[in-house]
């Protein structure tokens, strides 16, 4: 399989815990996104790298969240003591510029907090 | 700030009819437009792409046009099948070099046979 993976795809944890999430991009895609889904709505940002570069961070991404993609391959998307709105789907998407920038989405993290 | 709307929020249809989802957006500067489906509880399938510069796009039974002075997209969906029951996303990239897309609320689709 060639597309985006995202483990785990579903986190289940406690009020105050820290989890964390990786995203694989497809390989050669050299943008990597990262989104938040709650039921009903569409998909909002959260932040994206070129390579290893943070190039846009969204208001959502609180001090509270941060995410890295140190050698520009996957990326890790961590939520320092979670509350019980950060229960969502966490989607992360990869995009290159042959392909006119076309976001591919991989499953998507299902994150509840408790 | 870019907003995208999409009417209908849902939408329910027999077998076999054509039926169009709207798309409308607030900022006609965009660069790009994408279609995306999205089964329930799953991440989003890329339908069709449509470049700025383009009016329309198609892929099979879907067809998506492109009206940027007025802020409008629409899916087209020839002869609807039970299997194209999901839910229907449209987003707007504003620049090549601003990652983010900007998606609406998406139009639900139930085709019942």
């Known amino acids: 399989d060639t597309g985006v993976s995202q483990d785990p795809r579903h986190k289940i944890t406690k009020r105050g815990q820290n989890v964390t999430f990786r995203c694989d991009p497809i390989?050669?895609?050299?943008?990597l996104y990262w989104y938040r889904q709650t039921l009903g709505q569409g998909p909002e940002f959260l932040t994206y790298?070129?390579?290893?570069?943070?190039?846009?961070k969204s208001r959502l991404l609180s001090d509270r969240f941060s995410a890295e993609r140190p050698k520009g391959s996957f990326s890790t998307l961590e939520i320092q003591r979670t509350e019980q709105g950060d229960s969502a789907m966490y989607l992360c998407?990869?995009?290159?510029?042959?392909?006119?920038?076309?976001?591919?989405f991989g499953p998507g993290t299902r994150l509840t907090v408790t | 700030k870019q907003e995208v709307t999409q009417i209908p929020a849902a939408l329910s249809v027999p077998e076999g009819e054509n039926l169009v989802l709207n798309c409308s957006f607030t900022?006609?500067?965009?660069?790009?437009l994408q279609w995306f489906r999205q089964d329930p509880g799953k991440g989003l399938t890329s339908l069709l792409l449509?470049?700025?510069?383009?009016r329309e796009q198609t892929s099979g039974r879907l067809n998506a046009s492109l009206d940027k002075s007025s802020g409008r997209s629409t899916l087209y969906i020839a002869a609807s099948q039970p299997g194209d029951s999901a839910t229907y996303l449209c987003?707007?990239?504003?620049?090549?070099?601003?990652?983010?897309?900007?998606f609406g609320r998406g139009t639900q689709l139930t085709v019942w046979p």
């Open positions: 998407a990869s995009s290159f510029a042959g392909d006119a920038y076309e976001q591919y």
């Open positions: 390989s050669e895609h050299n943008r």
């Open positions: 790298f070129q390579n290893e570069a943070q190039l846009e």
């Open positions: 900022d006609s500067a965009i660069y790009n």
């Open positions: 449509i470049q700025s510069s383009q």
């Open positions: 987003a707007v990239k504003r620049g090549s070099t601003l990652g983010r897309l900007y």
